[in-house]
T-cell receptor
Framework: DADVTQTPRNRITKTGKRIMLECSQT?????MYWYRQDPGLGLRLIYY???????NKGEISDGYSVSRQAQAKFSLSLESAIPNQTALYFC???????????FGPGTRLTVL | GEDVEQSLFLSVREGDSSVINCTYT??????LYWYKQEPGAGLQLLTY?????DMKQDQRLTVLLNKKDKHLSLRIADTQTGDSAIYFC???????????FGSGTRLLVRP
């Protein structure tokens, strides 16, 4: 079984709709992250959480919110989706140590 | 702010070596990473190097770090068609939480 899972894997929605993307991990890591990937731009950090009570904004948090429901679960919400939020979204986790992050398979979101 | 740059595209023939280059600006980088992304998949950590090292070798992969020039490279020996993917360079600084990614290099391996 995958260590970091994301649901849904694909989603098409309309402008103005509220969307939630979910991430679960079985790695036992405290740190979790949400990124978005756009062609030619690499990955940009949206939000990150170091533990259940810790939530921090990344470089592009506007239009997004998150919830850390448990150590293993970190969800990303788009309160009112807009077309320029069409992207590939990745969840990642990390433990302490060398800081390497482990990524989920991604959610492809299309906002029409 | 911190920045990581990579060339966008590299094409090599199967069996040749590939060298993917990366430059970064953060002088406080502690670890530097190479991730691989295959089509439709997430990012897979290939290897990483601590900033006080010059080189790290792992089977077909060789990472070279020139800290003075802030230059990182990934050499793939005997490149195979299965190596075709996007390769991301990333670095983490003193903050120890925030990975800064390059925009990725698309490697195409021709038969």
């Amino acid at each position: 079984d995958a260590d970091v899972t994301q649901t849904p894997r694909n989603r098409i929605t309309k402008t103005g709709k509220r969307i939630m993307l979910e991430c679960s991990q079985t790695k036992g890591h405290d740190r979790m992250y949400w990124y978005r990937q756009d062609p030619g731009l690499g990955l940009r950090l949206i939000y990150y959480s170091f533990d259940v009570k810790d939530i921090n904004k990344g470089e592009i948090s506007d239009g997004y919110s998150v919830s850390r429901q448990a150590q293993a679960k970190f969800s990303l919400s788009l309160e009112s989706a807009i077309p320029n939020q069409t992207a590939l979204y990745f969840c990642a986790t990390s433990g302490l140590g060398a800081g390497e992050q482990f990524f989920g398979p991604g959610t492809r979101l299309t906002v029409l | 702010g911190e920045d990581v740059e990579q060339s966008l595209f590299l094409s090599v023939r199967e069996g040749d070596s590939s060298v993917i280059n990366c430059t970064y600006t953060d002088s406080s980088s502690t670890y530097l990473y190479w991730y691989k992304q295959e089509p439709g998949a997430g990012l897979q950590l290939l290897t990483y190097i601590f900033s006080n090292m010059d080189m790290k070798q792992d089977q077909r992969l060789t990472v070279l770090l020139n800290k003075k020039d802030k230059h990182l490279s990934l050499r793939i020996a005997d490149t195979q068609t299965g190596d075709s993917a996007i390769y991301f360079c990333a670095e983490i600084g003193d903050s120890s939480y925030k990975l800064i990614f390059g925009s990725g290099t698309r490697l195409l391996v021709r038969p």
